[in-house]
Structures are given as structure tokens and as C-alpha cells.
């Protein structure tokens, strides 16, 4: 079995059989200058952030065996915990809207960058990183577009990765690249009205979130901006995911959910609005996505 690891900034020293290849890169995820992928030959791929390790050695041979058992699996993303700090684990590192456990498993539609899985052949595919966005929402297009080869990205909530619990503010430019990069993300992958929509929802939703910090609203709104002005690819654009798969994908169903539980108008038709998303779009997604909203629509009546 021959495994080709591209990792960022360290070097594995269990891994016998396969090719570590490192990447120099400073404080964010850089996949535009990263061409360490480019060097491998192997069957798989393991993109591992820098500040993360390995907590088991037999990590990467059993991500190997799923593949293996479960063909259509197209992208991998394990658990992320911080093994001394595992009561402080952050939500926002378990990648679907119920967050009641991070140990159970299942579908979802976007992942982060800390810790991915995938297939060589099926990387390429998709066209691999989206070049340019320098911090924030890579993942979810690698996901939005492994799904739309026809494969699915599955949430291993019993494989675990570790990283540290910090606050992703750190980063400088946080408020104004996540902006920037959602009204990209939304140009660059999904079919009108939801190429609007989409960035326009969370917009409001993150300036009434951060209504009580101006300097953060300031960044927000400045990076919202940014992102409608000029190209938003790197350097060739890549053709937009099929219409179903962009209706399957949590641009969708985030911004129903959303709609329906953030605006007052929307308030007393929570459960028509989400009815008539599920009757209108009766695609192939995973039983847990539809879970999720129920589940929310539930505590919210609460």
C-alpha cells in the first residue's frame, strides 16, 4: 500500500510506508503555494494543518481500509479534539448543524482544513484547493465539489486529530477574509438566486451577532465588499458544481434554516418553510442533514 502524505510543517515519524512531503507556510492555510500534493504519486492523500498531530498511530491505515470498504467515501474529515482541554472542544470544529455529540458520524456537506482524507484521483477531479482565499472556507468548496463527483465527504466522529483550542480571532484579518471569502465561495460555486442569497444571509446574521463589537462589523462588512469586486478565482476559473448538487450542499439548508430562524416574519412558519425546502429539493443527501433541522426546529420551540 503506497501512501503519499502531504503534510504542512511537520514530518509523521510512525509512518513507514509512506511519503511525508512537507510545506513551508507561515500562519494560514496557504493552498495556492503549497504545490507539495504535485510531488506525490500515491493512492491518497493526507492534508494535515500544522498545528495539529496525529493522537493514534493507526490513523492513517484505517482512514485507508474505509476507502477501500466504502467506495463511493470521497473525503474524510476525523473528530478534532484537543486531548488535554477535550471538555473546551469548540462547536464550530464538528461540521454539520446538530452538535449534540462530536463522536457520531455521518454525512455532511463541508468540512475545515485541519485534518482531511481523500483519494488522489478524486482530488485532482475536483481541481483541488481554491486558490487564493488565504484563510477560511477551502474546505467547504473541496467538499461542495467531491460531492458533485458523485461521491460523499463523511464526518468520522470516531477518528480523532488533535489540535489545540484557540480562537480562530487570532488570525488578523479574520472577520474581513470569512466575508470575503462566503461572497467567493458563493460566486464561484453556486447558481442564481443562492450566488446572492447565500452571502447576503450570513452577512446579517454574523453583523446581528457581532452587532455589540463596530470594529468587527467594520471588518465583516469591508471584506462583504471586497469579495463582489473584480475575479473571485485565482487563476483559471473552474466550471460551477451541478445545479443539484449546489441544492444538496449546506448553502442550501443553512440558509433556510437561517431564514426561518433568525427573521421574525419567518418565525411562526418555521416547520412550512423547511417542509417546502424538503418537498422542493428531493435530493440524495444523508438522513442526518434532515435530523439536524428537525432537531433544531424542535429546541427552538421549546
Known sequence: MRWSLATVGIQPTFLKESRPISCQKTSAFLPEEMP???????????????????????????????????????????????????????????????????????????????????????????????????????????????WDTGTYVWYAGDMRIGHPVVDPRRHEEFYRLNARNRVWLARRNLPAPFTWIYPTTWMLIECLRMRKKPNAVNQYL?????????????????????????????????????????????RENQARILRSAVEACPIAMGSNDIVDLSFKLKMNKR
Open 36 to 146: 507539495a500534493w504535485l510531488k506525490s504519486r500515491g493512492e491518497y492523500l493526507c492534508f494535515l494543518d500544522d498545528d495539529s498531530w496525529f493522537l493514534d498511530d493507526d490513523f492513517l491505515i484505517t482512514a485507508v481500509c474505509r476507502f477501500k470498504k466504502y467506495p463511493r467515501m470521497g473525503l474524510l474529515q476525523p473528530r478534532i479534539t484537543d486531548p488535554e482541554h477535550s471538555d473546551q472542544n469548540p462547536t464550530r470544529w464538528i461540521p454539520r448543524l446538530k452538535k449534540r455529540t462530536a463522536e457520531e458520524p455521518s454525512r455532511v456537506f463541508h468540512v475545515g482544513e485541519t485534518c482531511l482524507v481523500t483519494t488522489r484521483e478524486l482530488f485532482d477531479l475536483t481541481g483541488g484547493w481554491a486558490g487564493g482565499f488565504w484563510y477560511a472556507h477551502e474546505g467547504i468548496e473541496l467538499a461542495w465539489r467531491i
Open 222 to 266: 469591508a471584506g462583504w465588499k471586497a469579495g463582489w469586486k473584480g475575479s473571485p478565482w485565482y487563476r483559471e476559473p473552474r466550471s460551477k458544481p451541478r445545479w443539484i448538487t449546489a441544492a444538496s450542499n449546506d448553502a442550501f439548508w443553512t440558509t433556510t434554516y437561517y431564514l426561518a430562524s433568525n427573521f421574525e416574519f419567518a
